[in-house]
Nanobody, 124 residues
Framework: QVQLVESGGGLVQAGGSLRLSCAAS????????MGWFRQAPGKEREFVAA????????YYADSVKIRFTISRDNAKNTVYLQMNSLKPEDTAVYYC?????????????????WGQGTQVTVSS
């Protein structure tokens, strides 16, 4: 079992930045593809970004491309999401997730483990 704990959320003004962290325990971190998802009130959970086991391959939703950067530190068992130029529409609960396969999926159903989420609120 892998446990995931997100941190770094908060309230920020539009145009600002936040860095989310997700610390993993209970498994071999480098064996998992890691993803970030978000869910706004009344909306379905949506893909934000994902990163391969080694960190060499990354994928982004079109809505966050260029503004957000996913990275990982396998020595620290942590995945990060650097969010710049934040917009009010980025407001959501952000979740990190782990997937034990070889490909880097975007569908939430493909991920095996989830954190509890961290709230990001962007004011206009």
């Amino acid at each position: 079992q892998v446990q995931l704990v997100e941190s770094g959320g908060g309230l920020v003004q539009a145009g600002g930045s936040l860095r989310l962290s997700c610390a993993a325990s209970g498994g071999t971190f480098s064996r998992y593809v890691m993803g970030w998802f978000r869910q706004a009130p009344g909306k379905e959970r949506e893909f934000v970004a994902a990163i391969s086991r080694s960190g060499g391959t990354t994928y982004y939703a079109d809505s966050v491309k260029i503004r957000f950067t996913i990275s990982r530190d396998n020595a620290k068992n942590t995945v990060y999401l650097q969010m710049n130029s934040l917009k009010p529409e980025d407001t959501a609960v952000y979740y990190c997730a782990a997937e034990g396969g070889l490909v880097v999926p975007a569908a939430p159903s493909r991920y095996d483990y989830w954190g509890q989420g961290t709230q990001v609120t962007v004011s206009s």
